[in-house]
């Protein structure tokens, strides 16, 4: 992982200086934000991997800046905060945070946190005029397109607009139609690790999913609940 850049949106000088800190004793590049605007000039700039985001900044919420940057980039991003409610928890993951982790936090745990994300999928940025299109990466189920590629899913020739896990989570169930897998295992898949995640994220997601790609309220789920195992997506 050694290269890698860190965003830190952080405006408590001491939780950003214990953070950069650890992340650079494991050899990651770091760059530090205390206020929203600065932290989306640094994201366009900077080009991190990950970015690790507060949710209280003197200017702008996280929440504003997460929508911001998904806007046109599935980079990870992290939430932390000292907000604790499950509501907090849910919208950040609605508008599409991987992760969210309360203050005061073990360092260590979320460096976890922070390596385990970064051993996932190659993260998707809006293409500069200049560059080579990406590979298609298109799965077509009837009047559902799925297209990795270009970061966009389409429900009879309509874009919908999907957080980054939520893509990602319909991406790799669409691959293994009609395969069944338990909340853990989609967890471990899409969010990189096993045991210190809350599996309930998985369920928020795939609901989100449901209500967003589904136009005629008689058909059938496309991604079904099997009671007792898991979820499959019907082919």
């Not at 293409?127 to 189920?141: G, M």
């Not at 919908?160 to 395969?179: D, G, I, M, R």
Request: hydrophobic content about 40%; proline content about 6%.
């Amino acid at each position: 992982m050694e290269g890698k850049k860190v965003l830190i949106v952080e405006d408590d000088t001491k939780i950003q200086q214990l953070l950069v800190l650890y992340l650079e004793k494991k050899g990651y590049r770091t760059a530090v934000a205390q206020r929203g605007a600065e932290a989306l000039r640094l994201f366009e700039s900077e080009q991190p991997d990950l970015i690790l985001l507060d949710i209280l900044l003197p200017d702008m919420d996280g929440y504003q800046i997460c929508q911001e940057i998904r806007s046109c980039s599935n980079v990870p991003i992290l939430f932390m905060s000292c907000m604790k409610e499950a509501d907090n928890i849910i919208q950040a993951l609605k508008l599409g945070g991987d992760d969210y982790i309360t203050k005061p936090f073990d360092p260590k745990v979320l460096m976890a946190r922070v390596e385990a994300k970064l051993r996932r999928a190659p993260i998707f940025r809006r293409t500069a005029p200049t560059e080579e299109p990406a590979p298609a990466r298109i799965l077509v189920f009837d009047d559902l397109e799925i297209d990795l590629a270009n970061y966009r899913v389409a429900v009879g020739g309509q874009p919908v607009s999907l957080a980054a896990k939520e893509l990602q989570l319909l991406f790799f169930l669409a691959q293994h139609p009609n395969q069944v897998f338990t909340a853990q295992e989609l967890y471990t898949r899409i969010w990189g690790y096993k045991d210190i995640g809350d599996y309930r994220t998985v369920m928020t997601h795939i609901s989100n999913i449901r209500k967003k790609i589904k136009t005629d309220p008689s058909a059938p789920e496309r991604i079904q609940n099997i009671r007792g195992f898991g979820y499959k997506f019907n082919l």
